[in-house]
């Protein structure tokens, strides 16, 4: 160990019933901006993600897919670690529930509780939601639904081990009382003491009879049955530091956060403090809560299909924007609507006018008056103390917002020094300067400038690592993430040393231009004229109503739209369509239209198209066809 403090932070373990969308992605790419940004003060961080691959839930997924629960865990598993070097997220340790060390340190947690005499044998009876893999109390049923999948659920009654949860409800009341900093933001913190004021804490089922479920970690103290999924996925979070014994538990686990969204709140704000009190291991230092990505006013889910593809939008747009926009566009705690149309503003606005403008400005002024070298500075005069003291409370400000995951705040404050650099640059006027051959004070503002985007840039780092380590390089720096320390820089003004070779030019983040006239069309369309086709031949199409979710301006060409379409499947479909004339994107969400279904998945200017949307056209235009009245997606066109 290198003497340096440690951070831990977790992300859930994710369900390997359905691939992984933007959900997901969000919260894998927060625990590596939190981490980053631990790192970058100097401490030695470590994220842990993984899969949950037990329990009803997964079973039945493989089941309907016709193939073994540990066939469908372990391409889906695949498929989540996969995605995580796209994210961006590195120094992480992959957990899967499936792992034979992960199933051994389960069975020997159950039997320490068991031991303890804080599990017992009784009979249940409840209704059973397998989408949430657990029991709901009449009380808790949204008119005879499951609250959350508003799905009628089946009412269950076996013999089953309980776990004694009731009995720390007090504990766990008065330790959360006292730790006013374990569940954040406040309003969790709230519900969760909401749950334990609700009236008696019921005891926890955990198990499964294997009559009814195999799949699953058997009991140590029966062999008829298998544990409960969310006992054993838990534990993940200290099995993946080698609990009880291993130096990473050790070091680790003392300050060990979660991350998780609103969802889960209970698993973790409940069972899991008290699983870890019965077994007499110390309670984690935070939870963080986050809301949901929704689409259209609805939670983004993989059993609602309303699903953005979190590959699609940074093979699109880029890593960095990517990450920047899900923290910016996020107030932390609160929901948030996923639009291509805010990332694009986004991107325009703060990234391409505010940062990259002002950066490739400056570098171009450096290089037009000093040669592409940072220059010494003369004397600072009030703007200039004025700007360093901005810099230290707005980093400051930064730092402290980030520490408490209000990243959207703490970036809006970055931001507010960035714009300030932009009036320094107008009001300043280095041309006037170097016409009036004013070397000094022309100087000292380019220096002032320089020294400040060295600043931006490694804040950003946490959160746009990439573009953060090129505006280094062009700063003449490089960055060295094992010597980072950002909290020396909200008071030392001035760490730039003058004499740096500059990059003589700069295009960090170009701006989506929506109007480019020489861009080529590539809609999937016929010629006028066709030669005869047989019915045989036209039955060979399948033509579906598909309802338009999304449409976003093509990054590469101005004539198409990438549009994800619901064609009432599980994944709604990507389709690239040469529309972009004729329809602004906003104008045609929600819209139904026919589709080529059975069409050959091709790449249209590097974008993947899963079908091809019917048109009409004639000298006055374009149009889409649709079916006269609104059918369910999917229906059949004939
Ligand atoms: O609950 N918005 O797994 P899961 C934001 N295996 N975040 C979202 C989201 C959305 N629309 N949809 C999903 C499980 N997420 C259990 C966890 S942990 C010991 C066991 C993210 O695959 C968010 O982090 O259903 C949420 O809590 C998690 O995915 C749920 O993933």
Redesign the pocket.
Known sequence: MSGKASFYIT?????VNAKP????A??STVADCIARFHRALGEDSLVVTGT?EHGDKIAQAADKQKISPQELADSVSAEFKGLLPFLGVENFRFIRTTNQKHKALVQQFLQIVYDKGDIYFGEYGGYYCTGCERFYTEKELENGLCPQHLAPLDFISEKNYFFRMSKYAGWLRQYITEHPDLIQPERYRTEALALLDSGELEDLCISRPKSRLQWGVELPFDHNFVCY??FD??L??ISALDWPEGDDFKNYWPVGQH??????LK??AVFWPTMLKSAGVEIYRRLNV?????MRDA???KSLGNVVDPLQIISCYGLDVFRYFVLREMHFGNDASFTVEALITRQNADLSNDLGNLFSRVLAMADKYFGAVVPAPGVYEQPEIELQTLAGTTLQNFQTLFAACRFANALECLWEFIRALNKYVDFSAPWVLFKENKQEKLATVLYMLLESLRKVALNLWPVMPGSSVKMLEQLGLGLDPANLDISREIENFGLLTPGLALAKHSNLFPRFDLKKPDEQAEADRGADTVPACTFADFQKLDLRAGTILTAEQHPDADKLLCLQVDLGETKPRSIVSGISEFYAPREIIGRQVVVVANLPTRKIRKVESQGMLLTVQDETGLCLVAPSDVKKPGSRVS
């Open positions: 992300t859930p373990i994710y369900y969308h933007l959900g997901h969000y919260t949950d999924v969310w996925a838990l993940s979070y991350l998780i969204a609103k969802d889960i698993p973790h986050h809301g949901y990505w929704l939670k983004m889910s």
